[in-house]
């Protein structure tokens, strides 16, 4: 597949099975949406996703899982791309007028989409994400984060998507963590906390958390 291959553009949300298609990406298949830290992770963050992104994979291969995040060479997205294999599919969704200098993570296929602000992917996301599941289980999981972070939360929730927010991986996963303890008065976390879907869990418990969801009917 040439570069040219793993990238397409998109205007509406209708033309999105198409541009999966053309990517090679099957559709009908248990789902991850990465949403989380980029630019601004620590380097001991970093590490620890490494490693915790290396015990997920074998889970997402034997259920030739697809992950959809922003597909940036940053962060969490760097950091799963590093563990690319057969059988798990990385679909980058990237709002091409935000991009500016910021490289596509290589080991993804992109799906670019309008929008000039860091954020104007984050309904895309959840759309892609929606569309190559189908009847499928699909599953976010929030690790570390900025501000946008927040919006892909509220968009997981609103489509009553299952929010997985890991704990001990720094900024607005461990703000959402502590406001799930009633430590941290932060009405945006609070809301992301009590959300019927979204489960706060252990860097120990994560890999058998998200295995059970994505197991579960979609």
């Keep these: 597949m040439t570069r040219n291959d793993r990238l397409v553009r998109v205007t509406a949300v209708g033309e999105l099975p198409g541009a999966l298609d053309r990517l090679g990406v099957s559709r009908g298949r248990p789902v991850i949406v990465l949403v989380g830290g980029a630019g601004g992770m620590s380097a001991r963050h970093l590490d620890l996703v490494r490693d915790l992104f290396g015990d997920l994979m074998p889970a997402l291969v034997r259920r030739g899982a697809a992950v959809v995040d922003g597909g940036t060479d940053t962060g969490v997205m760097q950091s799963i791309g590093e563990f690319s294999c057969d059988g798990v599919t990385l679909v980058g969704v990237a709002a091409e007028g935000s991009l500016g200098d910021t490289p596509l993570e290589p080991h ?15 309904p895309w996301i959840a759309e892609v994400a929606s569309v190559l599941a189908g009847p499928n289980a699909a599953v976010t999981l929030l690790v570390n ?34 406001a799930a303890a009633g430590v941290v008065d932060d009405p945006r976390a609070a809301a992301i906390a009590a959300a019927d879907l979204t489960q ?17 009917p979609g």
């Design 108 to 122: 993804h296929v992109h799906v670019l989409v309008p929008g000039e602000s860091w954020g104007d992917e984050s």
């Design 145 to 178: 984060g900025g501000d946008v972070t927040y919006v892909d939360a509220e968009q997981s929730i609103a489509r009553r998507r299952p929010l997985i927010v890991l704990a001990g991986t720094g900024r607005t996963a461990d703000v959402i963590a502590s």
């Design 200 to 216: 706060v869990v252990s860097v120990e418990d994560f890999v058998a958390v998200v295995a059970a969801e994505l197991d579960r």
